[in-house]
């Protein structure tokens, strides 16, 4: 087994090197705007030490990333109630969930893809005022990273707020089923602005740790959630993570994860590593082009992907 | 940590002596005619042992549990080229996957639905007769359960090919798009053959375990694909062994599985074990309701979820 | 052929007498209070004069018949530039057309779906300010009605104001596409406006004798479209006219028709007569009962449809 | 008024020079091979003589315009129990028809898509041989043309026998509903040859006069069905009668019609006449491309759309 430093050291250098680095989204302008030679990869162990390689230091939109947090503590607010509203199986299909959702009278598949994560930020605003909601967002996930320099970017926001179109259509058209509480302008606010959070790889790692460890950070020590809740939580981020893209995921990379079209995925290794990859260029698909080849290096070298060890590792 | 054997036959027991069997399909007078009183499981070891409860001696029909294997035969012929005609996504509709299949051009979404493993089922016939196909199959499961008793139910099969207009509309509807290249009564013939295959639970646990051992049948020593393919079948089990119910099977039993109509549920639990169960009754959702219940109990009492394991498993 | 005098009379007296009178809609509270036992029939014919039965001087919500007028102005101002924003195939869907919009990527099947009917409303805007817009739509029925007293009901468009969240999420997808240029509440605001028009059976009636003869109304004299639009917009309402129930209005009537939730239909004999019917109650599909009855009624005693006259007009 | 002998002469003059002849269709061998070159036209008027230009003696493959025919024989043997298995309503989907006979559980929208024409084939079927259906309904053709060298070109049903896996997918599907109750082989054997049948334009134009007058073939004096029937059958060619073109149709030609691929098009003018028209290269919808852009000449010129009639017509 080599050892895990030495391979995200050569990952990061492989990935600083490689001149095919996907395409950076651009519906938004500040995320266009990103020079996309970036690249960090950070590795958040049991023992609360992180391995580090790349530009780990530099903070990056989380985007839909930010909605494995919020399910986490919607799941905490609401308890299992949640999944009266949201379901938990993969969308599959090529077309915009609007159709699905047409088809289930308003109820999203699962809470990763838009109207799902919409629906669940509508569970966490609850009534209160949107900057309460957003205030506890925020500082959810200072105290998961245990670092207050976690922010949130009013520009990406703002830019989502005056392009939203399709989520402003998705939200109204749960609010006519009756599947979202509050005011749609309230909870799609909340919602532009959780998914512009800014982190480093360092603090998205650090964060994701708790689904590694049984619903407990290890470098902190505090317990998040049981450890039956962190296992479905990862269960739903393997069956529906990456959006139509969720098969290939699990096929090439063989992790729960968490992409965002800020170019940051969440990867969890069960028992072992909580993994934050960040490469602005995305795929057709808009997932991360060097992160999965990023990830897909690592679980390959460490043998740590959920469907079985390599040869390397029994041996 | 409990003992596996005290954990097999508790629930052997507790399913042995529940009220609530779910239902035995009847659109095959063969299929309906099974007492849904019974109960198997079966689990097969890292060290070629099989630890059972309840009815691990009958024969039931393994229905689509043999996709997982035809797709492993097909690789096996075919390669990588196989991806070109069948996805690996989750359908993730709840409408049949006709219309699927006309979005995506006469592409199945992934081998596990009727569409894709028809489109599978024909690039093992490939240009073959229809017995000589049905006999590789058959000789295949042999080998990988190291039982020859394994046999082919005629009248399940005689049955399905009366009554299987829809699978037959999938496979002409695959052929108009050039996707199946053999006769489509071939095709369906050794279809409707396959599903047909009767094992008994140990016999299909067996024929599981070398997707839990990197490739490698530990019973036998035979090695039947490399560890990287048997890594990525269990993916595909995990995302789409369970049609529309796969995320639900990810989310509470955590383990790669297939199901099939006639009760049959094959589970992998990689680096440790292969499990068979089988009840006949069936939940709304067409898979094995009693069977799915025991690989929860299974899966909670052993700590075995791929998804991180319990508590009690790592103090 | 019998009297048109007569065939009215009767007509109107069936359908005050008949027990079943449908369901008023309810989802407006507005139109929930309206009393299900009213009726009126008005047919205004080529030499300017009305024949009349039932509650004709009762103003009535004319909500989607709306749609036939907006189109109407919205060629004149736009010309066929039209036809690049919508088009003019029947939905033929039981599903809500936002799956439709989806897949034809935001432009609607015809203008008088909703999703149409928007994008319409949005090229009357175009760039004025809503009241203005409204101001415009509401001068052109007092015109084509040759009469003052067309009004806009306020409480009946504030009621859909509150509760239209499926007519915002089409606006805003539209808008996601760039099929609607005003700013969605503006376009909305209208929209809601000129779907609660209060007018009477009369008045429908001669609001619409334009479309049955050549584009110019006889009572007035003038000119309102040529005679190649008028004949296009009465195709487009014969196959659009009804929205899934288009098929069956054309197999029953046999007359171009457009149909409002307010239990309102007009309908064309193309060189004979407009027709408006109103009876609150609606059927299953939505458009009102004894109004569609009335019109079949009509049509057969006189031998009106336009897709051959009966054995009694040729005798 | 022009008269109408001189506008068909120019018609049949300009559609023969013109260039711009569409594309034959190639998926049936034999309908590639037709020379793109020709053109006919005959209208058949209520005393019984046929007005006529281009190619009226050469035979050609009406394909689905004999939906009508069989539309027609099968209402006079099931009654309007047919509507239980075949709805009426405009498919309007861009998308084949098998995702709405999923949807709507094997009821196809109308009997002129293909799923529908398959429906009321098995009607037509109705427990006899394939060679008797086919044998009443080429007698049905002939006695409506009163002419009998109408005849099934054996080349072409062969053809699509060999090809037709769409339209058996869409059988077994049916089938799969219980919405057919022959073998699905005798049901697509009729239809294959039933639209392999062959006619002149006078044979077909004079084949529809029956419902362009009230049920009567006025050349022969044979009642064929009641008035009633014949405007119906009619507004379902208008509202269906070109699958998702026929709001196009409606709006440009303004006539109840029938295309089929092998480029005839028979539209009625109800009370007038009836209109073949016949030009073998297809437009993108895969309609006659000069046989639609003739009919549009023809309405206008003769004012006889039946959505009102030109400023021509009345002055």
Redesign the interface.
């Known amino acids: 087994m080599p050892q895990l430093s030495d391979v995200v050291a050569e990952i990061a250098a492989e990935m600083a090197a490689r001149p095919d680095r996907g395409q950076v989204a651009t519906y938004i302008p500040e995320l266009g705007r990103v020079d996309p030679n970036q690249f960090a990869i950070a590795v958040a162990l049991a023992d609360g030490s992180v391995v580090e390689g790349g530009d780990c230091e530099t903070f990056f939109s989380i985007q839909s990333v930010s909605k494995v947090f919020t399910l986490t503590l919607a799941l905490g607010l609401a308890g299992d109630r949640l999944w009266n509203r949201v ?10 969930s ?3 959702l ?3 009278r308003g109820i999203p ?2 809470p990763f893809i838009n109207a799902g994560a919409i629906a669940v930020t509508d569970m966490i605003l609850s009534g209160h005022q949107p900057r309460e909601a957003l205030g506890e967002i925020l500082r959810f996930l200072q105290f998961l990273s245990n670092d207050d320099s976690v922010f949130i970017d009013k520009a990406v926001a703002a830019s989502e707020e005056r392009t939203g ?2 989520n ?6 749960m ?2 089923f009756g599947v979202v509480d509050n005011p ?1 302008e309230f909870v799609l606010g909340v919602y532009f602005h959780h998914c512009a959070i800014a982190m480093t790889a360092r603090q998205l790692a650090r964060s994701g740790s708790f ?4 619903g407990r950070n290890p470098a902190t020590g505090h317990s998040v959630v049981t ?2 809740r ?3 939580i ?3 981020m ?3 993570g990456h959006y ?5 995921f ?2 090439r990379v ?1 992790l ?1 994860g968490k992409s965002g079209v800020g170019g940051a995925i969440l990867a969890i290794v ?2 072992k590593a909580s993994v934050a990859v960040w490469a602005p260029g995305l795929d057709a698909a808009g997932n991360s082009h060097l992160g999965r080849i990023a990830l897909e290096r690592l679980t390959a070298r460490m043998g740590w ?7 390397a590792e ?1 041996s």
């Open positions: 379901g938990r199986e993969p969308s599959g299909s090529r077309f915009n609007i159709v699905q047409e088809q289930e598949r699962n179109y399709n402003r259509a998705l939200a109204n058209f609010k006519g749609v689904l590694a460890h049984q450890a039956e962190a296992r479905r990862n269960a739903v393997l069956t529906c139509d893209g969720s098969g290939e699990a096929y063989g729960p069960p028992g992907s959920i469907f079985g060890g390599s040869a029994t």
